[in-house]
């Protein structure tokens, strides 16, 4: 059986910790309920080994995020009590970071608190919209209604990932094939060939020598290369998380030919079906612009988007306020004017998110089929260069001996 650690305090406010073993999460609350101690905090326990640690971001991925809207869901709309949805939800999960969730969601409601406040408290592993969603889903009393919505909007979302990762497999394949065959070419072949030109003796050709003291140098020196590329790696990324670096890197992404096409179509196909399924569930306009510019997977154009709320406070439409966003496609203000006007923005916004996924879809199709010839051009590029610097000194040789 599952061990869980808990931290409990008893009727004269002394606290203890400790491990318990039970069959499930609601058992092992049972048993230490039971002496009339109050539960502080119960989670399973993972022990303490570096392959039980947590490693990366605790923020939970899309696909278990549409297996717990699916799953609760269901188990609502069938009439069944939240505490004890959540009870089945949690046995059934195969995530271990998405059971630990669910786990402390149970346990918050276990001690009075409500189920909007309960998944605010995992705010570090759940989105925005879904802790809104369920907070306007809990207040309007259609709970089943709207972890429905959330389940289709995250299983829209994982078809678009789905999709991108899909058709980015085959250029990664050849990077990393690309970068083989250089390593191999400049640490196995050239250094055997150079100990063959070495005892003809004769004077060889610049490219040849370029490239065989290249060659010396990352047999000889690998390391030094080694740390200069993780070195650059390191720099770039702590360039990047910070405020202005992030700022600089997504504008100039946006301008990359082919790239920042594919990121200003996923940019409107997130817009679209974020503000649709938030409008939805009841959330009002400024809370749903603020909840969307988190998802647009873009910190500029995520910038622009939150600035935009402002001037929605001054009265403005969500047309007119989106309108000095230039990166938006312009079918975007015209679809929510339309919407704006005839009351309906949910329901166009829902379509247009539709067809902006496929135009998404296609950019990336595009994206990678642009990928692949300029990837297998480096890596013929490569094999010349390493070919005309071992077949120049023969044929030198050859005309010399002629």
């Not at 408290?121 to 009393?141: C, D, F, R, V």
């Not at 085959?170 to 400049?186: H, Q």
């Not at 992030?246 to 200003?264: D, E, H, Y």
């Not at 990166?327 to 009351?343: K, L, V």
Request: aromatic residues 6%.
């Amino acid at each position: 059986m599952p061990n869980f650690k808990y931290e409990v305090v008893d009727a004269a406010g002394r606290s203890s910790k400790g491990v318990i073993e039970a069959a499930t999460l609601a058992d092992a609350s049972k048993m230490l309920r039971a002496d009339g101690r109050f539960i502080a905090s119960l989670e399973p326990d993972s022990g303490s080994s570096i392959l039980s640690m947590n490693v990366g971001s605790p923020k939970l991925k899309t696909k278990d995020l549409m297996i717990i809207t699916r799953q609760l869901s269901s188990l609502l709309s069938a009439g069944i009590t939240v505490i004890r949805s959540l009870d089945m939800l949690y046995q059934q999960m195969e995530s271990k970071k998405a059971k630990a969730v669910i786990g402390s969601v149970y346990e918050s409601i276990q001690s009075g608190k409500t189920l909007s406040e309960a998944f605010r408290e995992q705010s570090k592993a759940l989105p925005t919209i879904m802790t809104s969603m369920i907070s306007a889903g809990e207040e309007s009393g259609r709970l089943d209604e709207v972890t429905a919505r959330l389940a289709a909007h995250f299983e829209k979302e994982q078809k678009l990932k789905n999709k991108v990762g899909a058709a980015l497999v085959y250029p990664i394949i050849l990077a990393v094939v690309t970068g083989g065959i250089t390593i191999g070419l400049m640490t196995l072949v050239v250094p055997k060939f150079a100990e063959t030109l070495n005892s003809l003796g004769g004077d060889l050709p610049g490219l040849t020598k370029a490239v065989m003291a290249f060659s010396d140098s990352l047999v000889d020196f690998w390391y030094i290369y080694l740390a200069v590329i993780l070195g650059i790696i390191v720099a770039f990324r702590l360039w990047k998380h910070s405020e202005k670096g992030s700022m600089a890197w997504a504008k100039f992404t946006l301008k990359v030919p082919i790239f920042g096409k594919t990121q200003k179509a996923n940019a409107a196909a997130r817009f679209t079906r974020t503000m649709a399924t938030l409008l939805r569930s009841g959330i009002s306009v400024l809370d749903s612009m603020e909840i969307t510019s988190h998802t647009l997977g873009n910190k500029w154009l995520e910038a622009q988007l939150y600035d935009s709320r402002n001037e929605i406070r001054k009265g403005s439409s969500v047309s007119r306020s989106i309108r000095g966003i230039k990166e938006f496609p312009p079918m975007i203000y015209a679809m929510t004017a339309i919407g704006e006007e005839s009351g309906t923005l949910d329901s166009i916004l829902d379509k247009a998110a539709d067809f902006f996924e496929d135009e998404a879809e296609a950019a990336t199709a595009k994206m990678t089929a642009a990928m692949e010839p300029i990837m297998i051009i480096i890596m013929a590029g490569v094999v010349l260069l390493v070919i005309g610097a071992c077949g120049l000194p023969v044929l030198t040789m050859s005309s010399n001996i002629l």
